[in-house]
């Protein structure tokens, strides 16, 4: 439509703006109004509390000026980045609170855990006791009542660093020092100051939903999930996993590297290969000696089931640990999950109409149990084979096993007890796969496992299968919830658990994943996440790759992996 020159006319700005909702709605007020204000004049605009907005394509906090009409999407709790800002916000209210009454002290926020729940241990001064872990939780709530603002300016880079380092806080000095910009955002409640990665709430008022609770060595404050988001969900026995994390711990603290500083600190000294080969050593140290458990116990089990979420590196796992029980003089067979699919037809609907494949019921479970008991029983046994084209279950190889051949099935239902509910579990051994990331910027700003993983799965698909950054963090939601319903809920049922974790790798991958995230487009949803990642490398220094091992557990995201084409497979054909 060709518009007049005439109707063109220069004019003063208005004294109000429009905000646009998703569902069409438009909602005016006064220019510079915060976007918080904007949305609680809004009735009926969402039944979980709001945590921040999508202004333009970009995150803000609900302290933001609304200085121009503007495209704005709510976030509450029940949404990823919502979640985040609730979480981070809490986490910050913790350190406040912990500041006041400890300040002598040092908190450290490690990792999460299950149902909901940051798990954090004390330095510089005894564990906490219940009472004063009861002090602590009740402060908190003081200042929730108090609704005290979460102050946000910006400072110049050394001032910060001074700050710090007059704290005593010389593990975000060391992170500090090798930040490129030379600015940095803090926070202020109270009188309590420091950095967190991301954006917070407007005022401490609207962190309600939380409760302190001893857990092992330390203590583990509690948070909605984003189904629930107003409700603490129980707290399950975590004691494998949390065993896990603080073996890893260990390892970092062997390592000389208990942050991103230091590694950074690795990196710029060259000291970077010492650091891999190091890392490297210690996970074949633990394939080797669960691959020895198994075999101290061949007589009685027969099924090694691995299970654990995308991009945990179970693939190059499997081969190792099948490399280690070769040098056992143990063959594993390798019998593949994906082959007991029922008929396409037979696959049951999500919640959205589509095929849900990772729903436990799209296996032929009585078929997988009929085969295994057949092998184990040393019976010639006629495989299933998935035509994936035709969607049809068919005739494969007859196999049967080699004495003390032993089978292993790699699959993301391996833990769940209805995979094979007629096989004793004195037969099968479950491990537990995952990366569990413990390596943080600082003692309060940890770095999701979650995100590690999503990095390595960019990284990959990309090379592997020519998506782009925007297609896999399209799908990233959808295979979380998956885990969530498939993995996680049996993680506890393993007899070990291996972290892939490596704590060179997000350097590493950097150099990767960075090019690959700033072609995200902007103004879509994806490019909102992969902002995010790009803020999380921006704090690493590269690592040359040529430094890691071609049998690394890395290598099945970054390529070159030796183990890429390693099979076993022995059968008799019928």
């Given at each position: 439509?060709?518009?007049?020159?005439?109707?063109?006319?220069?004019?003063?700005?208005?004294?109000?703006?429009?905000?646009?909702?998703?569902?069409?709605?438009?909602y005016?007020?006064?220019?510079?109004?915060?976007?918080?204000?904007?949305?609680?004049?809004?009735?009926?605009?969402?039944?979980?509390?709001?945590?921040?907005a999508?202004?333009?394509?970009?995150i803000?906090?609900?302290?933001?000026?609304?200085?121009?009409?503007?495209?704005?999407q709510?976030?509450?709790?029940?949404?990823?980045?919502?979640?985040?800002?609730?979480?981070?916000?809490?986490?910050?209210?913790?350190?406040?609170a912990?500041?006041?009454?400890?300040?002598?002290?040092l908190?450290?926020?490690d990792?999460?855990?299950?149902?909901?729940?940051f798990?954090?241990?004390?330095?510089?001064?005894?564990?906490?006791?219940?009472?004063?872990?009861?002090?602590?939780?009740?402060?908190?709530?003081?200042?929730?009542?108090?609704?005290?603002?979460?102050?946000?300016?910006?400072?110049?880079?050394?001032?910060?660093?001074?700050?710090?380092?007059?704290k005593?806080?010389?593990?975000?000095?060391?992170?500090?020092?090798?930040?490129?910009?030379?600015?940095?955002?803090?926070?202020?409640?109270?009188?309590?100051?420091?950095?967190?990665?991301?954006?917070?709430?407007?005022t401490?008022?609207?962190?309600?939903?939380?409760?302190?609770?001893?857990?092992?060595?330390?203590?583990?404050?509690?948070?909605?999930?984003?189904?629930?988001?107003?409700?603490?969900?129980?707290?399950?026995?975590?004691t494998?996993?949390?065993?896990?994390?603080?073996?890893?711990?260990?390892?970092?603290?062997?390592?000389?590297?208990?942050s991103?500083?230091?590694?950074?600190?690795?990196?710029?000294?060259?000291?970077?290969?010492?650091?891999?080969?190091?890392?490297?050593a210690l996970?074949?140290?633990?394939?080797?000696?669960?691959?020895?458990?198994?075999?101290?116990?061949?007589?009685?089990?027969?099924?090694?089931?691995?299970?654990?979420?995308?991009?945990?590196?179970?693939t190059?796992?499997?081969?190792?640990?099948?490399?280690?029980?070769l040098?056992?003089?143990?063959?594993?067979?390798?019998?593949?999950?994906?082959?007991?699919?029922?008929?396409?037809?037979?696959?049951?609907?999500?919640?959205?109409?589509q095929?849900?494949?990772?729903?436990?019921?799209?296996?032929?479970?009585?078929?997988?149990?009929?085969?295994?008991?057949?092998?184990?029983?040393?019976?010639?046994?006629?495989?299933?084979w998935?035509?994936?084209?035709?969607?049809?279950?068919?005739?494969?190889?007859v196999?049967?096993?080699?004495?003390?051949?032993?089978?292993?099935?790699?699959?993301?239902?391996g833990?769940?007890?209805?995979?094979?509910?007629?096989?004793?579990?004195?037969?099968?051994?479950?491990?537990?796969?995952?990366?569990?990331?413990?390596?943080?910027?600082?003692?309060?700003?940890?770095?999701?496992?979650?995100?590690?993983?999503?990095?390595?799965?960019i990284?990959?698909?990309?090379?592997?299968?020519?998506?782009?950054?925007?297609q896999?963090?399209?799908?990233?939601?959808?295979?979380?919830?998956?885990?969530?319903?498939?993995?996680?809920?049996?993680?506890?049922?393993?007899?070990?658990m291996?972290?892939?974790?490596?704590?060179?790798?997000?350097?590493?991958?950097?150099?990767?994943?960075?090019?690959?995230?700033?072609?995200?487009?902007?103004?879509?949803?994806?490019?909102?996440?992969?902002k995010?990642?790009?803020?999380?490398?921006?704090?690493?220094?590269?690592?040359?790759?040529?430094?890691?091992?071609?049998?690394?557990?890395?290598?099945?995201?970054?390529?070159?992996?030796?183990?890429?084409?390693?099979?076993?497979?022995?059968?008799?054909?019928?």
């Amino acid at each position: 439509m060709m518009v007049s020159k005439s109707l063109i006319n220069q004019t003063k700005a208005r004294k109000d703006v429009e905000i646009h909702l998703p569902d069409g709605r438009v909602y005016s007020g006064p220019r510079g109004t915060q976007v918080g204000v904007f949305l609680k004049a809004i009735p009926n605009l969402s039944e979980t509390p709001i945590m921040g907005a999508i202004v333009n394509g970009e995150i803000r906090e609900l302290t933001y000026p609304v200085n121009m009409d503007a495209k704005v999407q709510p976030l509450s709790m029940g949404d990823p980045d919502g979640a985040r800002i609730y979480r981070r916000s809490l986490t910050f209210l913790l350190e406040a609170a912990f500041e006041d009454l400890y300040p002598d002290a040092l908190l450290a926020v490690d990792h999460s855990v299950a149902s909901g729940g940051f798990f954090c241990q004390v330095t510089g001064r005894p564990q906490l006791s219940r009472e004063e872990l009861s002090q602590l939780e009740n402060h908190m709530r003081e200042i929730v009542e108090a609704d005290l603002p979460f102050q946000r300016f910006q400072v110049p880079l050394e001032e910060a660093i001074e700050y710090f380092r007059q704290k005593g806080q010389l593990v975000k000095v060391k992170l500090l020092h090798y930040r490129k910009k030379k600015h940095l955002v803090l926070y202020q409640l109270g009188t309590h100051r420091d950095y967190h990665h991301g954006y917070m709430v407007a005022t401490s008022g609207e962190i309600k939903w939380f409760d302190l609770v001893f857990v092992g060595d330390g203590f583990v404050i509690r948070y909605p999930r984003r189904h629930r988001p107003t409700e603490l969900l129980p707290l399950p026995d975590s004691t494998r996993l949390l065993a896990t994390f603080r073996q890893y711990g260990s390892w970092l603290e062997r390592l000389g590297i208990g942050s991103v500083g230091a590694l950074n600190d690795a990196i710029y000294t060259n000291r970077i290969s010492e650091i891999i080969l190091v890392s490297e050593a210690l996970q074949a140290q633990q394939i080797a000696e669960i691959a020895s458990e198994i075999v101290d116990q061949r007589d009685e089990k027969k099924i090694i089931l691995i299970a654990g979420p995308s991009s945990s590196g179970k693939t190059t796992f499997s081969k190792r640990l099948a490399i280690q029980l070769l040098a056992h003089g143990i063959s594993p067979f390798p019998l593949e999950l994906d082959n007991y699919f029922v008929d396409r037809e037979k696959t049951p609907l999500d919640e959205n109409g589509q095929y849900d494949y990772e729903s436990i019921a799209a296996l032929n479970t009585a078929s997988l149990g009929k085969d295994l008991n057949g092998l184990i029983r040393g019976k010639e046994v006629r495989l299933p084979w998935f035509n994936f084209k035709t969607g049809k279950s068919e005739l494969g190889d007859v196999v049967k096993l080699e004495k003390d051949q032993l089978i292993i099935l790699e699959g993301i239902h391996g833990l769940n007890p209805q995979l094979i509910p007629d096989i004793s579990s004195e037969h099968t051994f479950r491990i537990y796969v995952s990366c569990l990331t413990q390596l943080n910027l600082d003692s309060q700003n940890r770095i999701s496992t979650t995100d590690t993983r999503l990095i390595r799965r960019i990284v990959r698909d990309s090379r592997e299968r020519g998506y782009s950054a925007q297609q896999t963090i399209s799908q990233w939601e959808s295979v979380r919830r998956g885990e969530k319903r498939n993995i996680f809920p049996y993680q506890e049922h393993a007899d070990e658990m291996f972290n892939s974790a490596l704590v060179y790798e997000l350097a590493a991958l950097k150099p990767m994943a960075e090019p690959l995230l700033r072609q995200v487009p902007f103004g879509t949803s994806e490019f909102i996440e992969a902002k995010r990642l790009l803020t999380l490398l921006e704090w690493f220094l590269p690592v040359d790759t040529s430094y890691i091992p071609n049998n690394s557990i890395l290598k099945e995201f970054i390529g070159g992996s030796i183990l890429k084409d390693f099979k076993i497979w022995k059968s008799t054909s019928d």
